[in-house]
């Protein structure tokens, strides 16, 4: 699974900068690096395959009900992205061990880096789409988490929380999508999907599918409309946003257009949704870069405006098209991600991106300006730079399109048009920077050259961009083909990467293009006013009135249905099972069916009635909280004695242990609470209560009934016959905690130990007011450590943990098991705890109940990981019979460990609740000792 550490590797590489922060900058960025370069080399070892036209699949068999594999697929397209996605990160780890202050946390931002990273090429490596799609959101919070890196900045917060939001939105639209084309194709792997375009298209869905793919496409990619996200995310630090930019985010949705395109191209509303939205954005892009002062706002619409190159592209729907597309893709790559470290160094070296100050920089920086103006030329198209090769080959493709009818004409004159502006902006990035006066009033001033290591990235991007123009067939031409070839699903048509292609309209559209943008750039400032002139319009303001509109909306309809009343709250609930519920119940003909009750003999009865009596006499007795809780333990005793009659002895003895920590939690609670709570019901508001409770009542009673009445078929049976073959184990409830549905107890657990740590922060190092009288008045023992209570509490413990032991271990083939083992260790350990006091039982015992509960997690955790790495499903259980000298043969169950973190869990989280809550009366007792 070379494929899986590949993406893994920065993922767990995240938390070596985490390591690395104190112990100096430079460490910190070579232990970042460490994860990619690895991952770079692995990638490396399979070119010589990739470049021999091989698809490279690896797949773990996961979830295969439901059709998610552990699947990785490596073929051109995914090469390319993989080694730009490593390739470029490596340089902007290097260039960002400069660009941080030294205030900045650098481990934290890295490690932030590194988590992108992975998640980036989880989307691009993926073979299963909803994999994929687990990727997919892992880049959008990555993401999130990066550009609100600066978090003490509004602008930060509020453009991380856009881009969160709609590309977040799109990726719901992106999963409806994908689970649809699963069921279209039976399979959820791109090899089966992509064989499958004709299926597809000829689906009555086809049109559904490629509107939600779509939606997750354009919003990611900052196609028009969804373009407003992609500016404000410029709040993140200079290399986040050439990362994001060339390599990562915006062009994961460009990938998967590329990577769906066998399957959902060729058709026309292929072609009118995704080259409209590309033409639209291309030309909105390249129009508003020009009139934008801030070198990062002009470099951000110049990226969504070559997004929608790309995008058009893949909307022409020919093969050279695609062609065209994949090789801007490399080379928007390139001088992007050169162009952003240049604006990151001159912001670094001036203090400000604003145009309108940081003149004539060239007489302070020559060689970062020399630099910056060959990546903005390769940027605008000049010839012999890369971008020139490839927008030839755009406008050649534009040339080619009938699809319009007598209006085809227009998707070359937007590309013309977009080229002019493409132009003018570059030229504004070289004139208005490196040129144009003097610098006016720089934060930093005279500005100079940066660290030497910090222009190395800028210098190897900027090499690569005049490698590729000036002899592209030693140097992209191999990887274009086999990056193409994996686009198109095939063969792929004659195409040349000759510089001259002789006096031909795509040359003249190229020098319409410089010309013209050199003119428009010459008449900028009637431009400037005239743009000043039109109506502003902010897509930040517009997205934060409407998230404050709806938030408005939100809490209004929300007050209408909460206003802290508890008796409100139960009584909304009750009316919509009521409703609900009821509707259906009242179609049935009949409640009585055709089986008839079981016959009830005098015990269950008398049971059945001391259960009701309690539970009567706790709502009765509700606002007198001691007597109140006794009626309550009746209820648990009862309930638990139910369990025991109808043969279900591991649910009684689960149901007698939770009894009893809920009554010490509620009697630790009920200390800090009034003995009597006030009358706070009107009559009115008791009648309902009683309506509402006696309608739920004959509502349960019924439905029970009408149950009860029909015959039925569970799947007990199942687990009966499979426990002990399947499991190992004669104790069916355990073996299906431990075993059929591990998994669900392994997250039940994980809920446990999170709950015990989330009430262990909030009262620690609380104290509450303690009343000083009883309910009668009176006033507390002056002794809170009574003799006989301490004494018992000695002699109980040691028999209480053999108990749990013995619980424990009989657990698989009897009633017990890790959950009630760990309840009897608890309480045994609480009644310590009460009998002695917090202070002594620490000094004694002193064991973090912290580290408990996490270590029962994880043994539990580790035990599915270790049937993993076996190649069985997560969370197997494998279990055999062993003979032991002087015992005899012995059954070992690997569930034993696994159940051993459940004990684990379980006692760590308890006490971290119950032990705590102890605490809040402690400084009383110390003052009563004294």
Known sequence: ???????????????????????????????????????????????????????????????????????????????????????????????????????????????????????MLGVVLSENLLLMMFFWELTSLSSFLLISYWSHSTDARKGARMALAVTGGGGLALLGGVLLLGQIVGSYELSDVLASGDLIRGHALYPVVLVLVLLGVFTKSAQFPFHFWLPHAMAAPTPVSAYLHSATMVKAGVFLLARLYPALSDTDMWFFLVSIAGMTTLLLGAFTALFKHDLKGLLAYSTISHLGLITLLFGLDTELAAVAAVFHIINHATFKASLFMAAGIIDHETGTRDMRRINGLWRFMPHTATLAMVAASAMAGVPLLNGFLSKEMFFTETLQQHQFGNFSWVIPLVATLAGVFSVAYSLRFIHDVFFNGKPVNLPKYPPHEPPRYMKVPVEILVALCLAVGLVPAFTVAALLEVSASAVVGGELPYYSLSIWHGLNLPLMMSVVALVAGVLVYAWRRRLFEWFDGLPPLDGKLVFEQAVQGAVRRAGQFTLLLENASLQRYFAWMLIAALAVTGFWLWQVPSLKGSVALSPVDGVTLMGMLVLMAGALATAFWHRQRLVALIML?????????????????????????????????????????????????????????????????????????????????????????????????????????????????????????????????????????????????????????????????????PLALLVSVYIFLRGHNLPGGGFIAGLITAVALILQYMASGEQWTTQRWGVNYHYVAGLGVLIAGLTGLGSLALGYPFLTSSFGYFHVPLVGEVELATAMLFDLGVYLAVVGATLLILANLGKLSGSRAARELL
């Open 1 to 119: 699974m070379t494929l899986a550490l590949i993406v893994l590797l920065p993922l767990f590489g995240s938390l070596l900068p985490l390591a690395t922060d104190r112990r100096g900058r430079s460490l910190c960025a070579l232990a970042t690096m460490l994860a990619p370069a690895i991952g770079m080399f692995l990638l490396w070892r399979h070119a010589e395959g990739v470049f021999a036209g091989d698809t490279l699949v690896q797949s773990l068999p996961w979830l295969e009900r439901v059709g998610l594999h552990l699947s990785f697929r490596l073929d051109g397209l995914s090469f390319l992205f993989a080694l730009m996605i490593l390739g470029i990160g490596l340089l902007v780890i290097l260039y960002a061990r400069y660009y941080l202050a030294k205030t900045d946390p650098m481990g934290r931002f890295f490690a932030y880096l590194s988590l992108f990273m992975a998640a």
């Open 633 to 797: 333990s009746v209820v648990g005793l009862m309930v638990a004695l139910a369990f025991a009659r109808f043969s279900a002895p591991d649910l009684a003895l689960t149901q007698l242990s939770v009894e009893v920590v809920t009554i010490v939690l509620l009697m630790l609670a009920l200390f800090f609470l009034p003995h009597r709570t006030p009358t706070e019901s009107s009559s009115l508001r008791r009648g309902r209560d009683w309506a509402l409770a006696g309608l739920a009542g004959l509502l349960v009673g019924g439905l029970s009934f009408a149950v009860l009445t029909r015959p039925y078929e569970t799947i007990a049976g199942f687990f009966i016959e499979n426990s002990y073959k399947g499991g190992g184990g004669t104790n069916v409830v355990n073996v299906i905690l431990v075993d059929f549905r591990g998994f669900d107890t392994l997250g039940e657990i994980s809920v446990l130990a999170i709950a015990g740590v989330g009430i262990y922060a909030l009262i620690d190092g609380l104290r509450l007011r303690v009343p000083e009288f009883d309910s009668m008045g009176r006033n507390w023992a002056r002794d809170p450590h009574p003799m006989m209570l301490v004494n018992l509490s000695q002699v109980i413990l």
